[in-house]
């Protein structure tokens, strides 16, 4: 969809005259992809080498000199050295006073060395200004301008003007940058390359779990005890029965899991009488994977979904079909039309559609470009209001589907619960606690508290004032 | 889906050396925020209050002094005090000297006061550089980083080096920073956070008008004619065979409703022999929200596709299919086999999934990110050839269903035309029109017309040269 | 979805301060566009003409002078001309020096001249800074701010000052600017208007011409073959039970094509034993169109998901499976349920059912701000680990539906292999090569390519050296 990647490297290549001269010590694979790179750009490229005749793998156009006479000629040095070679740039400091050093060096792992790499560099070359950038770009995204991912420079370093330099730079190469701060962040630079989804693990493993847990649960009571109780071999039902009823479970819980941590919170900032006291850790964790729960739970939903409109084609339902119709004919019966089944199966399925169709809104809202396009009051309205409609509506599709199940002794086979009732339990909790919450006048004080009051307590000279101090109240 | 959010506030934490001083006037809830993130940044700040004693609320690291003492400390000072307080301030004014003020208030309703509060701040402190920004910004955004949406800066104002201070105190935030030009714009950035998604409500109104009136004129001719005259009670056909009907119908409507405004407007432009006469202005509010229209369209067809998937699994269809076959046995009779019948109903399904299917392509690139990275002739192809093929599609899948309906009298039951025929309306006369419209040299007059031609009427002295002046014509 | 875009014209419509005195040679559209924004972003306009008593046309607020007088008024000057009468600004260099001169141009098609307009008008007017700009950005997105595509503008040339001062008018008329180098990406910038969908035309040539080849390969096998030995006419089934085999087909082999290039190319290295030798042309084509096909692939598989679920809605589907009761009852049969049956259907469906959902998510992260918010590690485990895991699944899907017919003589009507099987060949292919490349000394081979080593040769002096100067290996 993004169609100009590739056309970058075109650009440049276009670009004949020079921007100036660009320092690369080390001619491994990064140092040669970028200096390459800054060639096309029309920089002069020099690179500083311990063994400058041996220059077979620099990219043509560009000098490969010592260290020393590499660093003259320029004004500022990408550093494409393992750390473990720092210590050589100590000797280096004189030619070095004044330079902008880039560091743009990675860790094989996180927390590898106690001080980042960028930081230990500036401490070596103190005359120097280090910036710490071009680390989450890959060497390949230098060279192919194909991948869509890791096109932004993050840079960060104490010079404002070294780092924009280092700014230009990344825009003349057709790349984005964005500054993170002081040289204190490299550490935290030098970790973004390593993560690997770090905000989705506690999110998979709660649906794991759950997925896990319900999977069991219905596999000992539908499969297990069909074959105990009653010697039935129906475990083909695995692939597609089960599925479609551990799917909904798991959407249902998950997406109740969203709205539940907020609802606590409110309860904690109402007994604290405060905002302003920390919530403790395991829900402020909660809470910032809210996102990531609603989004696994709206995977769940879309595979309950569709493994609910290939019912229909599956062999043993109509096989099951077809025996029930040549039944029908044999004891010469006719089943008649039961009005209540039929208002109790339509408005079910009618409400499982309604609410996965707002469910899909709400993944929809969650995409990058669109929550961008949105301001605060709007993103609150469809994440808050939209949010409880649906899971309202979806937890109304659960209890229709058991509301002629709950009484029948049958429901309860070897005295457990199926698993419609229990993923009931806390999207139940959830919209209690919220119909609580909303009762006027606990909602006003939340509302307020939420504003910045306090209960008193001990000084309060002019609290009401404060809070009164600022217009709206986002 | 973006992970890197809550990682902001962590950047900025380990940033420890001091980047200068900020200012903060108030210490209500958002200056408190805002002063927190700016030490976390590695600002100093310095709260100006009427009650300097009371520091009790401001984050440790801070200090509080009075105003006169924290505008002498600092070049930059927020104004976070509420609008109804400014008049305080022309007591400053020999401190507010040459200062940059920023101005971060909110109103509580749009046009609540003649002249923005940035504007009336420029008129109490003539001597100071007002800057409006961060009041788009909330203040939970501000403490958590977690929010996706309002991340973004909008500033204003009249000396571009203050603005370039504000902007760059955002981006040592971590947050994004959009000049919005001249002071005179702050009313509008003002108006920003009241707003609910004010280009839906019009789209809105039109879709909850025709769900409205479609469900009644439905109700009427199935249930309650089904009651009325055969005594039946078939109300269970609300839930969704009525639903059925009403979204197909809205979705096909409001998708033609996309296209006539274009079409009235080529037609007025080919009237007036000009496109540089203004279109009336409800022409010009419906060209406008063209976008919404369709994708309110596209949901209405989303729930369509929805229904139509689940109702082989219905308990009404599933009864009386089952009943169709047992009296076919019992009657001993067998239907056979209709060629046309088949043609028909395949073509019908087939031409709705190609349809749907397109539909949903222009959905796709009305996503933000997605329709950025189309240039202006790929994004009016699509959404003009790929939009009126998906009309004409979907026009032929309605005409189709209804192929050997139009003639039976069955089908007009209380002398009133079905809905699939009533919605038709529209999408014809769009589709008419467009044929028309495409008639070459009727094509030919409105491409001139748009590439600013006008029709000789009275000066026409270098109108075809000044047409030409220009290579291309977009 | 993007509320504000028409809100712009607004904003600057409230900035009545002047910014300035821009230029604009040339009274057509585009001119006057510009101009007419301008005005509103509260520059002062003035427009050069050759025959300036002819102002009828002018935005209001707009002056009108002769070039000469025009250029001598302002620092920027827009040249809104047709190339074809750029040399009368020669007769103006004087005036013209030292001024920075805005090419907007556009060419009717790509390579109409051999130099770009830009470095043209640069080369007539040495004296001048010529930057490129504005001319991806329409004259009707200037007038309405409606649209959502083409609101960047892309600035180029040789002096950073004169770029600084479009990219600042860029932005105070609310557009966003993007620097692409030097003068020399002129020519490139004047071919993007020109573009349309360049990396999607020969992904649809395959995508195209698979569909035809199968569409057409069935229709002799199935509804030929049926006409031809047994004087059936089942054409019906064009519409959707044939457009249902080719669809999965094309998504099958189209998906698979998007990974037989990355195992082609990873053999090409193996036997190079470099990865700095540039593969060949066809090669680096088809990987830089991996993600369209990939597109295409699931617009496929959509249709054929989609077409999956209309199945037992289908007249003939009802119809055939009606017959096959009252067969059974009329020969006092009962079809005993087939476990085995029962299995294999159920695990090719919900095999087809988790596929799909993995594919929905591979196309989910292909969407521009998805793809821009992972970082390369995840955007590279996503497409590749995720990728070959769907390409496993869906594979398998395909077996399992042939599971039980590979082996019947009926399958090869006219001694042709069904469609299936021949879908099966290419995925087959690239998941055996990826399994052998998968093989722990291969695999480890690669992985040292693909990080800079190179098999030694001839001058192998710092290479393993060079090879460990950069920490990771991205």
Redesign the interface.
Known sequence: ????S??VA???L????K?GTVGIF???????SLGLRLLQ??YEVVFGS??PK?S??VPKGSKVMTHTEAAQMTQVIFI????N?YHFLTSLTPALEGKVLVDI????KRGQFPQS?AEYLSSLVPGASVVKGFN??????LQSG???????VLV?G?DPKAKQAVVDIA??L?LSA????????A??LED?????????RLPLWVATGLTAFFFFYLLIRDVIYAYAEKGQ?I???I??TL?NKVFPIVALVMLSLCYLPGAVAAILQLYNGTK?KRFPDWLDRW??CR?QLG?LAL?SA??H????????????V??T??????T??KKNQ??P???A???A???F??LG??G??MF??LGIT????????????????VQSKLGYLTLTVCTTHCLLYGWNKFLKPSTYKWFTPPGFMLCLVVPCIVLILKLILSIPCIDHRITLIR??WERPTK?Q???MD?????????
């Open positions: 969809m993004s169609m100009k590739d056309s075109m650009t440049s276009a670009g004949e005259r921007q080390g001619t491994g694979d990064f140092g040669r750009a029309g311990r063994d041996n077979a793998l494409a050295v393992q750390r070679y060096s990675n860790n094989l790499n989450t770009v890959s060497a390949w995204a194909a991948l869509d991912a890791s096109r932004q960060c104490d825009h003349s057709g964005q500054d993170r701060g002081s040289l204190g962040a550490g935290e973004i390359p390593l993560q690997l989804f770090p905000n989705w071999d475990s083909y039902r692939m597609i599925a302003y809470m910032l996102k989004l995977f879309v595979l979904v569709v493994y609910t409109f290939i019912i229909s084609i599956r062999y043993n109509i096989h079909s077809d025996t029930e119709v040549i029908q004919i006719s089943v039309f039961d009005n089944e039929a208002w199966t339509d408005a399925l009618s559609v309604l996965f169709a899909l809104l969650s995409l990058p470009s669109v929550s961008n396009a949105l301001n605060w009051r709007e993103f609150h309205f504003n910045g000084v000279s002019s609290k404060a809070f009164l101090e600022r217009g709206t109240t986002l």
